[in-house]
């Protein structure tokens, strides 16, 4: 009976000995599966942080280029083309005048030329039949081509299409010589000019757009004046009300003569604001940039009573990331002839002939304003201002 239990004793222990194994085994097991589950886990953490960092890259991305397709929507109008005219009712008659051509043309059947004979079978009437036909196909074919590239059609790419149709041009007529027919150079000559002249229309709309646009902003920008001013006038009027009472109550001389002084600094100040009221040129010439516009900047012109603050703060509550910041700003009685004075001495850096941004630094703009134009430049800050002083 002993005998039996100590085997029995001894197969147990050796059962627990297994699965003591066992146990050891899968904890191992279960380490290393923990080990590679806290591994996933952090490369699952940093592909999601690189993705959230990519998305907003692309959202970011995505108002850069809102913003520069907004600076330079208009962007080849102007470049590499110098328009034949820029009088919208001008360039309108020319194009009346060249379709009312081209429909003499049509239908005097002379846009396609018969050069020679053609037979078929040895039959001359089958020939003229063919050649009917192809020449049909040959001008819609042609006609296709052309509306294509019409279409498509803008300063930057003006020359380049004009050689591209009239090659085509050539090697139409060049397969249709071999039936003895070709289109009339003529009627070539003719959708060209109408061509030349709808890009120029093209670009006269667009700059009376501009000049629509910018008329609206100054008759905006002029109501605002009067808005400003008439509340500043108010409260200037007030102020000397309150100036005259004190005068009156003023106990010694010393007194009413600080009161007079802030009395006539107030009717300096009315008639300040009558002039800029009374002349509607003057206002402030401000020089700007954004980060989010890198290489840029912005020459235009505030109206506005107290300085360009305000107009610059509506320019970067549009669209774009960061805010335009003031590099410097200075007032002029013709603020707009001197903004054109500028735009005009830029002319090779500007981005858009319809468009106040160029290709320069702030520092550039701010010199010519003082050298060129003998302009008393103001700055946001002091720093800035010696520092630009030091600079030139």
Same mark, same amino acid.
């Given at each position: ?64 280029? !809102? ?12 470049? !590499? ?51 009917? &036909?192809?020449?049909? !196909? ?31 041009? !050539? ?98 100040? &009315? ?29 235009? *012109? ?9 107009? *610059? ?80």
């Amino acid at each position: 009976m002993i005998k039996i239990l100590k085997k029995r004793k001894h197969q147990m222990e050796e059962e627990i000995k297994q699965l003591n194994f066992l146990k050891s085994t899968l904890e191992q097991k279960l380490l290393r599966i923990n080990s590679e589950i806290s591994s996933q886990e952090n490369i699952l953490q940093k592909r999601k942080e690189s993705l959230i960092k990519t998305l907003e890259q692309i959202e970011i991305s995505k108002k850069e280029l !809102n913003i520069y397709e907004g600076i330079i929507s208009l962007q080849d109008i102007g470049i !590499n083309y110098e328009p034949s005219d820029y009088d919208l009712d001008t360039i309108s008659s020319k194009i009346k005048s060249l379709k009312e051509s081209i429909g003499e043309l049509i239908s005097n059947n002379q846009v396609i030329i018969t050069t020679r004979s053609y037979k078929i079978d040895g039959s001359e009437f089958k020939g003229e039949q063919f050649q009917k &036909i192809f020449c049909e !196909n040959l001008l819609i074919g042609f006609n296709s081509y052309f509306n294509k590239k019409k279409k498509s059609i803008t300063t930057s790419n003006y020359k380049n299409s004009i050689e591209l149709i009239k090659k085509k041009f !050539n090697k139409m007529n060049k397969n249709a010589s071999l039936i003895g027919i070709s289109i009339n150079s003529e009627y070539l000559n003719l959708i060209l000019q109408l061509l030349q002249f709808e890009l120029d229309e093209k670009i006269a709309k667009a700059e009376e757009r501009e000049r629509i646009k910018e008329e609206k902003h100054r008759l905006r920008e002029q109501e605002k004046l009067l808005a400003e001013a008439e509340k500043e006038r108010k409260r200037l009027e007030d102020e000397k009300k309150a100036m005259n009472l004190a005068y009156n109550k003023a106990l010694t001389e010393e007194e009413r003569s600080n009161i007079i002084q802030q009395i006539q600094a107030i009717d300096k100040r &009315i008639d300040d604001i009558d002039f800029r009221v009374s002349n509607p040129k003057a206002g402030w010439l401000y020089v700007i940039e954004s980060p989010s516009l890198p290489g840029l900047v912005k020459i235009g *012109v505030s109206r506005r009573l107290n300085g360009p603050f305000e107009r *610059v703060r509506e320019l970067s509550g549009s669209s774009l990331p960061e805010a335009f910041r003031i590099n410097g700003f200075c007032f002029s009685d013709d603020a707009f002839a001197l903004e054109n004075n500028m735009h005009k001495y830029f002319a090779k850096q500007r981005v858009n002939p319809n468009k106040e941004f160029f290709y320069i630094t702030p520092q550039e703009a701010i010199k010519v304003l003082k050298e060129e134009f003998g302009c008393d430049v103001h700055f946001v800050n002091e720093d800035e201002s010696e520092d630009e002083d030091e600079t030139n």
